[in-house]
């Protein structure tokens, strides 16, 4: 389960706390989602009525959402039927006839590159020992534990954890570039 799943669960539990955590968390990625929406619909109002129907859906006990971050997956979908919903009412939506729409070739994903990952993995482990113990954390517990119970666990501060975790992040990048892996336009 990850975070998100379990903040959702806990709001369907009744703790408030969680529902505002939840939406901390999701709410980025539902603007992001209304993008091509930004035209023609007030991305603010559709991003606060998707949140007001995920905390009504949260009371429904009935309703069960199924797999992995499902109650993302659905607000973002839920987002983007009301916007979408909204353009229609006003008049802003244009549709192209499906023979105006252009052909796109969606190219294959790429097979994966086992010597990246051995640089990777080489340089996480010429990390310095604050950094490794913070990004190793990361990896391992990410996904499901917050940054401030990784960092508690570490005995760190949430800040000095964080700080970690940039230098792990930077230090690696650095070591990439000195084994001539590129790292231009890559967040670090």
Do not use: Y
């Not at 310095?128 to 499901?144: D, E, F, I, M, S």
């Not at 970690?164 to 001539?180: D, P, S, T, W």
């Amino acid at each position: 389960m990850t975070e998100i799943d379990g903040l959702f669960t806990a709001a369907r539990e009744g703790d408030v706390d969680s529902f505002e955590a939840w939406m901390g968390s999701v709410e980025l990625p539902i603007r992001l989602s209304l993008r091509r929406f930004a035209r023609a619909v007030d991305v603010e109002s559709v991003v606060q009525e998707t949140l007001m129907r995920m905390w009504v859906l949260a009371q429904d006990t009935e309703r069960v959402l199924e797999g992995e971050n499902a109650s993302l997956r659905f607000a973002l979908g839920m987002a983007r039927n009301i916007a979408r919903a909204e353009a229609r009412r006003t008049g802003r939506e244009t549709l192209l006839p499906p023979e105006d729409l252009p052909e796109i070739e969606v190219p294959p994903d790429p097979p994966s590159d086992h010597r990246l990952r051995e640089a990777i993995l080489g340089c996480i482990e010429k990390l310095a020992k604050k950094p490794l113990l913070a990004l190793r954390a990361r990896l391992q517990h990410g996904g499901v534990q917050s940054d401030s119970q990784i960092a508690s666990w570490l005995d760190m501060t949430t800040n000095t954890f964080l700080q970690n975790i940039v230098r792990a992040r930077r230090q690696v990048a650095a070591c990439l570039e000195r084994r001539g892996i590129e790292m231009e336009g890559i967040w670090v």
